[in-house]
C-alpha cells in the first residue's frame, strides 16, 4: 500500500492521559499536514511541515498540542493531559511540492472518556 | 484568513443533476480543491480549479471564478453511492499553501 499510513485508527483514552498518533506520508511526498475534524464538519487545519521543518501552526492549537517530523519522513502527533474536546478525528494528509491535491489518510478517531 | 462557505444539507434524486455551490474569501488564492468524504472514511480527491472555467471528469465537473469567489460542483447522474459529504476547499500561498477547508455539504441521493 503506497498511500498515507496512520496508526492507530482508534484511541479511546482517559481524560488527562496523554496521547501519540503516527503519520507515513506517500514517500516522495515533502509536505505533510495534519487536520482535525468533529461530526459533520470540515477538516481544520492544526499543522504543516515541509520535510522535517514546522512552517505552520494554527492559533487553534493549544500548547497540549505538539507535533514532529523528524528527517522529514514520518510525522508523530502528540496530545497532552488529554481533554473530552479532544475527541475527533485527526486526519494526516500529504502532497509533493509541486503537486496540486493533498492526499489523505483513513485518520485516528480518538474518544477521550 | 479564509472564510469559505457551502450548504449544509442537500437532497438529490437518483439519475438526476446537482450542484454545490462554495464561496470563498482568501488573500493569496492559489487553487480550490473538491474533495468527497463518506461517513467515517477519509476525504478523497474530486477535482482542481486554479484558472477561471470548468474542468470536467466524468460524470462531476467543477467550476471556478476568482473574480467572484466562487466555485461549484456539477454532480450528473446521479447514483446511490454518490450519497457523501462534499468538501470545498481552498489553498492559500499566503499561508504556506496549507488547504482550508468549508464545512461540508452533505448529499443525500434519494431513490
Known amino acids: 500500500d503506497t498511500g498515507v499510513s496512520q496508526d492507530p485508527r482508534h484511541k479511546i483514552t482517559k481524560r488527562g492521559q496523554n496521547v501519540t498518533f503516527r503519520c507515513d506520508p506517500i514517500s516522495e511526498h515533502n509536505r505533510l499536514y495534519w487536520y482535525r475534524q468533529t461530526l459533520g464538519q470540515g477538516p481544520e487545519f492544526l499543522t504543516y511541515f515541509q520535510n522535517e521543518a514546522q512552517l505552520e501552526k494554527s492559533r487553534l492549537l493549544s500548547d497540549r498540542f505538539s507535533a514532529e517530523r523528524p528527517k522529514g519522513s514520518f510525522s508523530t502527533l502528540e496530545i497532552q493531559r488529554t481533554e473530552q474536546g479532544d475527541s475527533a478525528m485527526y486526519l494526516c494528509?500529504?502532497?509533493?511540492?509541486?503537486?496540486?491535491?493533498?492526499?489523505f489518510g483513513q485518520g485516528t478517531r480518538l474518544t477521550v472518556v | 484568513g479564509q472564510n469559505i462557505d457551502q450548504p449544509t444539507e442537500m437532497t438529490a434524486t437518483e439519475g438526476a443533476i446537482v450542484q454545490i455551490n462554495c464561496t470563498y474569501q482568501t488573500s493569496g488564492f492559489n487553487g480550490l480543491f473538491w474533495y468527497q468524504q463518506h461517513a467515517g472514511e477519509a476525504p478523497t480527491f474530486l477535482s482542481y480549479?486554479?484558472?477561471?472555467g470548468l474542468e470536467e471528469k466524468g460524470r462531476f465537473s467543477s467550476f471556478l471564478s476568482r473574480s467572484k469567489g466562487y466555485s461549484y460542483l456539477l454532480l450528473k447522474e446521479l447514483q446511490m453511492k454518490d450519497s457523501a459529504s462534499y468538501l470545498c476547499?481552498?489553498?492559500?500561498?499566503?499561508?504556506?499553501?496549507?488547504?482550508?477547508f468549508g464545512g461540508g455539504t452533505r448529499l443525500m441521493v434519494k431513490p
Open positions: 480549479n486554479v484558472l477561471d
Open positions: 476547499a481552498v489553498r492559500d500561498q499566503d499561508a504556506g499553501n496549507m488547504l482550508t
Open positions: 494528509a500529504s502532497s509533493p511540492t509541486r503537486g496540486t491535491e493533498a492526499f
